[in-house]
């Protein structure tokens, strides 16, 4: 009797052996698809390489040259007179915020010009150079800042120790 309730007690050892193991594993496969829903929600890895496209609106023509209050929309640039040649000119190669930001005069103009022309492959400008150095010099002339003025009238007095 006491033999056959050792082999009782020792199948149902392995069964309860056999069962922790496969809720063992169940729940370290759950663990792991959890962990990847956690790190991959949209499950990428399990659907087909498509390409991927996105669609890009071309703005219109006209979006392009859009003015809102004086400012052309798509550069900054304020509206006047020599504005389409400095577009077509200058933003070619850099931002118009770069031009706006220096505000030079005519002279410190032209020697720039002259100077993308020589190092920079700037070609040549023609009859718009003038256009464009006065539509620059016009609508963004050099600001006067820097120091505050010099002080004067007053009345200074000597520091005791």
Partial sequence: MKKQNLDTLKRDFKDL?????????VIAIGGI??????????LSAFKANEPKTEIVEIPAENDFN???NGIHVATGFIEAPGMTETIQNCTNCHSSKLVMQNRMNE???KSTIEWMQETQNLWD???????IINYLITNYPPKKVGRRAVLADV???????
């Fill in 17 to 25: 052996y056999r069962k922790t193991i496969l809720a063992s594993v």
């Fill in 33 to 42: 698809a959890l962990l990847y829903f956690i790190v991959d929600p949209n």
């Fill in 66 to 68: 859009k003015i809102e």
């Fill in 107 to 109: 002279e410190r103009w």
């Fill in 125 to 131: 400008l023609g009859e718009n150079e003038a256009v």
């Fill in 155 to 161: 009345e200074w007095y000597q520091l005791e120790e």
